[in-house]
């Protein structure tokens, strides 16, 4: 097996022919927005996951096959700080009672989707932004922030 040179190097004199990186042919391929199906679903249950999961009332795995690496990272340590913050404070997870309201689209670009759901608390309303992208013909969330 030879092994391939770093991207953007030249191969190595005498060496065996280099080919193109799998990536481009077996990675993930971006989907137009007519290959997609309805986002609203989606968003809706995706935030209510993410609210569950910071709560401590879900686990983080059960959302990686709908967010990208970077994602999962960004709310892990988001997990881990609210874990903490609840050890300190002496609370056990709890599942929270809240209810999704609206959800506000943007199209950005044709496959890309933005959005803020609107969650609501008892004591308050939080806003979940969350950015779509669609890959092999499903939607993965690339980013997601809440407020």
């Known amino acids: 097996m030879t092994a391939r040179?770093?991207?953007g190097r030249a191969p190595m004199r005498g060496a065996a022919p280099q080919f193109l990186d799998d990536d481009e042919f077996f990675g993930r391929q971006p989907a137009r927005r007519s290959e997609l199906?309805?986002?609203?679903p989606l968003l809706r249950s995706l935030t209510h996951c993410v609210i569950e999961?910071?709560?401590g009332a879900r686990d983080l795995d059960q959302l990686a096959r709908w967010v990208t690496d970077d994602v999962y990272r960004n709310l892990s340590k988001r997990v881990v700080l609210a874990a903490r913050a609840r050890r300190v404070k002496g609370q056990a997870p709890?599942?929270?009672a809240f209810t999704v309201g609206t959800v506000h689209l943007c199209e950005p670009a044709d496959g890309v989707l933005e959005a803020v759901v609107m969650v609501h608390q008892k004591a308050?309303?939080?806003a979940v932004a969350i950015r779509l992208e669609g890959m092999d013909q499903r939607w993965r969330a690339s980013a997601i922030s809440v407020l």
């Open 94 to 96: 709890q599942r929270p």
């Open 37 to 40: 199906p309805d986002p609203e």
């Open 53 to 55: 999961v910071l709560a």
């Open 5 to 7: 040179p770093a991207a």
């Open 124 to 126: 308050r309303a939080r």
